[in-house]
């Protein structure tokens, strides 16, 4: 039984990565082509997160919902100050790479 578990959490990890890569893709794509391959990135690591997470919270089942929501909370806040840090990184390191070129 557990064996049959584990299988069915990596095809379902499998799909939400393909799914989630190709969304990424294509949609990244309608603003800028050269970060497709990114925003395609991106969403796989952002979907994959949400389904082992959702199949923690379907196996841990001594976590009561008030636990579960605040849990996803704090993920959701822990995930967006990470693209935060990210985004400003980014912008920093475009900045010295435009003045270094003046």
Same mark, same amino acid.
């Given at each position: 039984?557990?064996?049959?578990?584990?299988?069915?959490?990596?095809?379902? /990890?499998f799909i939400? !990565?393909?799914i989630? =890569?190709? +969304?990424? =893709?294509?949609?990244? !794509?309608?603003?800028h082509?050269?970060?497709? *391959?990114i #925003? #395609?990135?991106?969403?796989?690591?952002? #979907? &994959?997160?949400?389904?082992? &997470?959702?199949i923690?919270?379907?196996?841990?089942t001594?976590?009561?919902?008030?636990? /579960?929501?605040? +849990?996803?909370?704090?993920?959701?806040?822990? #995930?967006s100050?990470?693209?935060?840090a990210? !985004?400003? !990184?980014g912008? =920093?390191?475009?900045?010295?790479?435009?003045? *270094? /070129?003046?």
């Open positions: 039984m557990f064996k049959s578990q584990i299988f069915r959490a990596v095809v379902e /990890n939400v !990565a393909v989630a =890569y190709l +969304l990424g =893709y294509y949609f990244t !794509a309608m603003f082509w050269g970060t497709a *391959e #925003g #395609g990135l991106w969403a796989v690591i952002s #979907g &994959v997160f949400v389904a082992v &997470v959702m923690v919270s379907v196996i841990v001594d976590i009561g919902p008030v636990e /579960n929501a605040t +849990l996803r909370f704090v993920e959701s806040v822990i #995930g100050l990470t693209a935060f990210v !985004a400003i !990184a912008v =920093y390191i475009f900045r010295l790479k435009k003045t *270094e /070129n003046k």
